[in-house]
């Protein structure tokens, strides 16, 4: 679970799914009842008397998963030591147990589950899952098959098996929930086991700026006011008339516990990514290429703007689409497609559900002239190349970096992060796009690579003589060495504005 102070993405949940007719017999154990049923539980004025009915017919499809992850890590105590290098076991490695515990519901009587990526994909880039289980409420528990999942969304979908049919639930519209509406989550929170709250939807479709200055595909969620904490992950969220309407993801918090602002991500956006997911099929995004920045009331003012909305552009990544186009930093987009943009519909949110290669209309406002452009929408790159073009050379080099790329054997053995280098970073780092390398995004202080001037923005041209051009390339040059039983390995390095330079780095 992340946590970030402001919206503390305390990150619980994340993912919706779809009702799906399964086929299978009358006889098919249903957690929920009929819509005419449901609708008598509950008046429509007022609160209702009381929840246990309705957490009695939902409560058996919500699932308790637990996930084993083995992590390697270097067996040296003396790491960062004057002794450091003096013993025997120096990059040694090892390996450790890891866990993580979280929420999901079944969605067919044959056994998909839905939870959070983030509850089953190790967060540790040196750790690999090993073992995924799902226990429902009587306390069975099943060895869960990862049938797909989807970083962008938070969103992955497991498979368990068994004789008989398991009970499951369906998926409303989430587009019709309102403000005030009744509604209860169902979770793990805290390792508890099946926990039940209640509360009503504080906002729809509320932005969060969670995703950061580039905008996230799916940033507008249900707000709610139900308790939702740690293990809350990937927990449902349901209406009155036992429909699950969102899917729990994140919580606004100062101290990491519950102080009633929660957010599940709303069903009739997860429900096409569940679909593909268990048909197997590509998730593809639309993309533009541009870091963002809503226009506040501040931004109206400055730019002139008689109305506060749109998407004030920060920069534009080079070769994208936005580029091909004509868009520059400084130009506010109003429109997308004739669909306006506002903190309801974001500019990245109404491109990513357009399919790549879709010539539309962009109405913008440059230099305080109004006017419209033709663009071509692109690829949506994944989240881990996302980062990596948000890498600044000039930040501290102890910042928060992009995602690391590869298995993390560069970390483990030089203790440096690397990344590809992207048209934007060769930008910042003064080369050619295509001059080759990796670039390091962060440095152990510790490590023999810091120690001889590696640090954010050097340049590692080639390995032992050979030239790289991607992080595996590097990678496989590591383990080249480590397999001849060598200490240390040749690295050709740049540091910006400097002269390329060989230095030998010794293996942790």
């Given at each position: ?261 929660g957010f599940a991500i709303p069903a009739e956006i997860a429900s096409p990514i569940v679909q593909k997911l268990i048909a197997g099929e590509e998730i593809v995004r639309g993309y533009l290429g541009v870091q963002i920045q809503p226009v506040t009331e501040d931004f ?209």
């Amino acid at each position: 679970m992340r946590y970030s102070y402001g919206i503390t993405a305390a990150l619980l949940a994340g993912g919706a799914t779809l009702s799906l007719i399964t086929g299978f017999p009358a006889g098919a154990q249903v957690a929920q009842n009929d819509a005419g049923q449901m609708s008598n539980m509950v008046p429509r004025a007022g609160a209702p008397a009381s929840f246990a009915d309705l957490t009695q017919q939902l409560q058996p499809a919500v699932v308790n998963i637990s996930t084993r992850q083995r992590v390697t890590v270097t067996n040296n105590p003396f790491a960062g030591t004057p002794f450091e290098g003096m013993f025997g076991n120096q990059g040694q490695q090892t390996t450790r147990e890891a866990q993580s515990l979280g929420s999901g519901f079944l969605i067919t009587a044959d056994g998909y589950v839905v939870t959070n990526n983030h509850v089953i994909s190790p967060p540790d880039t040196n750790a690999e899952l090993e073992e995924v289980t799902v226990t429902l409420p009587d306390g069975t528990e099943y060895q869960a098959e990862v049938v797909g999942n989807d970083a962008a969304s938070d969103l992955a979908v497991l498979k368990i098996q068994r004789s008989e049919p398991f009970p499951f639930v369906q998926f409303g519209d989430s587009k019709t929930a309102r403000v005030g509406d009744w509604v209860i989550a169902i979770g793990n929170p805290f390792g508890l086991g099946g926990t039940v709250t209640s509360g009503i939807v504080s906002a729809v479709l509320r932005s969060t700026g969670m995703t950061g200055p580039s905008g996230g595909a799916y940033d507008r969620y249900i707000q709610t006011d139900a308790s939702i904490n740690r293990g809350n992950s990937g927990g449902p969220l349901f209406d009155m008339q036992g429909n699950v309407i969102g899917i729990n993801n994140a919580i606004f918090s100062p101290s990491g516990g519950s102080v009633g602002i929660g957010f599940a991500i709303p069903a009739e956006i997860a429900s096409p990514i569940v679909q593909k997911l268990i048909a197997g099929e590509e998730i593809v995004r639309g993309y533009l290429g541009v870091q963002i920045q809503p226009v506040t009331e501040d931004f109206a003012d400055a730019l002139g703007l008689t109305v506060n909305r749109g998407e004030f552009i920060q920069s534009v990544v080079p070769g994208e689409p936005a580029d091909q186009a004509g868009l520059r930093s400084g130009d506010v987009v109003l429109s997308v497609n004739g669909q306006e943009v506002t903190p309801d519909q974001s500019l990245s949110y109404l491109v990513a559900n357009i399919a790549p290669g879709t010539r539309v209309p962009l109405e913008i406002i440059r230099d305080g002239s109004r006017s419209t452009v033709q663009a071509t929408v692109g690829r949506r790159p994944s989240e881990e190349e996302l980062q990596a073009q948000q890498f600044n050379v000039d930040e501290d080099p102890q910042a928060e970096t992009p995602a690391p790329q590869g298995d993390g054997l560069a970390a483990q053995a030089l203790g440096v992060q690397v990344i590809g280098i992207t048209p934007q970073i060769a930008r910042q780092l003064g080369v050619a796009p295509d001059s080759g390398g990796v670039v390091v995004a962060q440095a152990d202080p510790n490590s023999d690579a810091a120690r001889k001037g590696l640090g954010r923005g050097t340049i590692i041209e080639s390995a032992n003589g050979t030239q790289l051009s991607s992080v595996a390339d590097l990678e496989a040059a590591i383990r080249a060495v480590q397999g001849e039983g060598r200490q240390a390995i040749l690295l050709r390095v740049r540091a910006r504005g400097g002269p390329t330079v060989s230095i030998p780095v010794r293996l942790r």
